[in-house]
């Protein structure tokens, strides 16, 4: 039995902690607001994120961060990405060295082109920080339906000691080398889902929702390669695993924003329906960044970006793709 602190309260964070609690370990989740702690103890449900799921009476509450890291023996990163690196600034003089973080949100810092493990470490350079990711909605994975996901670490004890914590017969936890590759599909992916649901919010079909994963695959292996990662993670549970749950799924947040926008939202209309974080808008950015610094064409994500920030509609971004030069599938294939 570990102890066990989540800090963030969502929906994944809860979603987490009952894993976790069902595993047979002590949960504490911290979250900011002391309403939402004590809504939660009153009714055991995490009212409009995860509606219907009973939270267990053993998963503790608090707002007091101190408290709850202290004395871990896993602490687990569940803040939305943009809130991660603020976290680890305020828990680093908290934790010793080789404290084990796993960081379970998934995006890339806009102003540093960091991952989210990178900014934990350059936060707190002692901690032994590991990666949890992969196709796990947690309206899903709160009630217990079978998931797959990877745990990536720079030492493969530490990637099978997460695994250890998190596995159980409904929760399948795989282990991984490749932080770098896990942490880019779980980040590239909420980019072309915003893509895939402008396409549904067109009234777009199934062709170009297949044409929108295959070509969004391409695209992110590209950049992934390119900096280094591995496309066997790619093309396994953290990339087009979780691209195809993320694209296609009716609990999709990224999904549900781009649908908007394709029926003639702004960004900031989209984002305020879907009232929760919607990680892809927050990656663009830093994706078409990426994708300069390596010289690597994204022709999906540039127009995520121009849909996003630069006021073109999803209907001339859809013109622009069908539309560009002509091109071979593979140009690693030879006549």
Excluded at 74 to 89: D, E, K
Excluded at 147 to 176: D, H, P
Excluded at 205 to 216: C, E, F, M, S, Y
Excluded at 305 to 312: P, T
């Amino acid at each position: 039995m570990a102890n066990v602190a989540v800090l963030g309260g969502g929906s994944w964070g809860c979603a987490l902690a009952m894993v976790l609690h069902h595993n047979g370990h002590q949960v504490k989740v911290w979250m900011l607001r002391e309403a939402s702690v004590k809504e939660i103890e009153a009714t055991h449900e995490l009212r409009g994120k995860l509606p219907g799921v009973q939270i267990p009476e053993g998963i503790r509450f608090s707002t007091d961060l101190k408290a709850c890291v202290e004395g871990s023996d896993l602490i687990v990163l569940a803040v939305p990405s943009t809130a991660t690196r603020s976290t680890a600034a305020k828990i680093s003089g908290m934790v010793p060295d080789g404290q084990l973080i796993v960081v379970v949100s998934k995006g890339i810092e806009e102003d540093t082109l960091m991952i989210q493990t990178e900014i934990v470490e350059s936060e707190i350079p002692g901690a032994d920080v590991a990666v949890l990711s992969g196709p796990s909605h947690a309206e899903e994975v709160s009630r217990f339906l079978p998931t797959t996901v990877v745990a990536g670490a720079k030492s493969r004890e530490t990637a099978e000691r997460v695994q250890n914590l998190f596995m159980n017969g409904v929760f399948r936890v795989y282990t991984s080398p490749d932080l770098l590759g896990i942490e880019l599909g779980g980040s590239l992916k909420n980019v072309i889902a915003l893509a895939a649901g402008m396409s549904d919010g067109l009234g777009f079909g199934d062709n170009t929702k297949a044409a929108l994963i295959t070509r969004g695959i391409a695209e992110m292996c590209r950049l992934a390669l390119a900096m280094g990662a591995r496309a066997e993670t790619l093309n396994g549970l953290s990339g087009i695993g979780d691209l195809i749950v993320t694209c296609a799924s009716r609990h999709s947040r990224n999904r549900k924003a781009g649908m908007l926008m394709g029926r003639g939202y702004t960004m900031e209309e989209a984002m305020h329906e879907v009232q929760m974080v919607v990680e892809g808008v927050y990656s663009a950015k830093a994706a078409l960044a990426l994708a300069r610094k390596y010289q690597v064409d994204l022709p999906i994500i540039e127009q995520v970006n121009q849909v996003l920030f630069h006021g073109q509609s999803a209907r001339d971004a859809v013109e622009e793709l069908m539309l560009r030069d002509r091109r071979v599938e593979n140009d690693r294939l030879s006549w």
